[in-house]
Structures are given as C-alpha cells and as structure tokens.
T-cell receptor
Framework: NAGVTQTPKFQVLKTGQSMTLQCAQD?????MSWYRQDPGMGLRLIHY???????DQGEVPNGYNVSRSTTEDFPLRLLSAAPSQTSVYFC?????????????????FGPGTRLTVL | AQSVTQLDSHVSVSEGTPVLLRCNYS??????LFWYVQHPNKGLQLLLK??????LVKGINGFEAEFKKSETSFHLTKPSAHMSDAAEYFC?????????????FGTGTRLKVLA
C-alpha cells in the first residue's frame, strides 16, 4: 500500500513552459485535492475532485487545470508556467465525509513536488 | 464561514519542557478539527483529529489536544518536548454544513526545540 504518490519530486521550468504533476492514490478514496504551499501562507487549495469525472476549483485555480478520469489518478497541469507558480505542490486524498463534505475524515498527503519557474 | 487562526507563527521550547501550540477556529456548527505535522522537506502527517466524541483527543508521539467549544479553541500540547518534535504544525478545520469538500488550513506554527 503506497498511499499517495507524486511525481516528479523536483522540477525546474522556464516561463511559458507547460507540464503535468502526477498524483496517484491506492486507497480507493473518493476525494482528491491539490494544494500549493508558500512560506507563511499555509496550504491553499488549487483544485479538488469528489469523484471520477467531477472536479471543482479551489481558492487559487488560475493557471492550473485538472481532470479525473479514474479514482486513482488526479494530475495537475500548468498551462503556461509563471514565476508566481514557484511553490511546493501537495496532492491529498480522503474518504467522503458526512453529507458529502470533508467532515470527519483526515486527508492523506503525498510527499510533494518542489517546482521552480525561472 | 470557516476560518482557522494559529496564534503563534514560531514557538521555541527547551527539550524536556512542555509544548503548547495554539489554534482558534470559526465554524458554523460542530466542526471536525485536525492537527498535522510537517517535518522539513516532507509531506504532512496526521497527529490527531476531533470529530465530536471525547473533547480531549490523544494523538501520536505523545501529543494531545482539547476541544473547547466555549473558547472556539483546539490547542495542541505535549508534556515534554523532544528534539524530533521540531517541525511545522498545521491546525485544520472542516465544517459539515459548508456544503463543500474543503479543509481550511491555518498558516502554521514552526516549533523549534532547543537542546
């Protein structure tokens, strides 16, 4: 049981390049999320998914796309990288909670991807 | 609306002394509350969670937290700090009546343990 895996661990991009951050979980969790972590700002939600084929925006979605074709995978795409997207990105998964919310169930986090955009 | 405030961005303690990391929340109803720890260059690991059962919650590595509804607080404590406790700690809230799948994170408290 690998939990939540993320690839790559590190990535350097030039402004304007595109790339995909991969995330996979083997716990059959319904919910998956992408966060970015910046110093002094905690974790901010980029996009999330409540099941295969269903995604929604978080608080900082601009410049990112997601899709969820399977329960296991939730890739994050940077369309045209900008220096403001330099950050550490975390993927997380959890079980569906009370009344379809996040209530009651903890998230499991991947090890993160450290992205630098020059 | 949900919100979380971690009252200290940095806390320093000596090894063997108690740890107190403070968290206040705002939620429309009985929330679920979590504490996570993040060691340098690692992902987040769950320390403990509260989901309206006992108000004193015990977690891993000797940590515990007490839910106080009247004070809207969920402070994290440990009787005796160890060098390995040096890390960043996040308080997180989820509201069952938010209508959405969202966890709200505090901005984190960095714990330093002095030898």
């Amino acid at each position: 049981n690998a939990g939540v895996t993320q690839t790559p661990k590190f990535q350097v991009l030039k402004t304007g390049q595109s790339m995909t951050l991969q995330c996979a979980q083997d716990m059959n969790h319904e919910y998956m999320s992408w966060y970015r972590q910046d110093p002094g700002m905690g974790l901010r939600l980029i996009h999330y998914s409540v099941g295969a084929g269903i995604t929604d925006q978080g608080e900082v979605p601009n410049g990112y796309n997601v899709s969820r074709s399977t329960t296991e995978d939730f890739p994050l795409r940077l369309l045209s990288a900008a220096p403001s997207q330099t950050s550490v990105y975390f993927c997380a998964s959890s079980r569906r909670g009370l009344a379809g919310t996040a209530w009651g169930n903890e998230q499991f986090f991947g090890p993160g991807t450290r992205l630098t955009v020059l | 609306a949900q919100s979380v405030t971690q009252l200290d961005s940095h806390v320093s303690v000596s090894e063997g002394t108690p740890v107190l990391l403070r968290c206040n929340y705002s939620s429309s109803y009985s929330p679920s509350l979590f504490w996570y720890v993040q060691h340098p260059n690692k992902g987040l690991q769950l320390l403990l969670k509260y989901t309206s059962a006992a108000t004193l919650v015990k977690g891993i590595n000797g940590f515990e937290a007490e839910f106080k509804k009247s004070e809207t607080s969920f402070h994290l404590t440990k009787p005796s700090a160890h060098m390995s406790d040096a890390a960043e700690y996040f308080c997180v809230v989820s509201d069952p009546f938010s209508g959405t799948y969202k966890y709200i994170f505090g901005t984190g408290t960095r714990l330093k343990v002095l030898a």
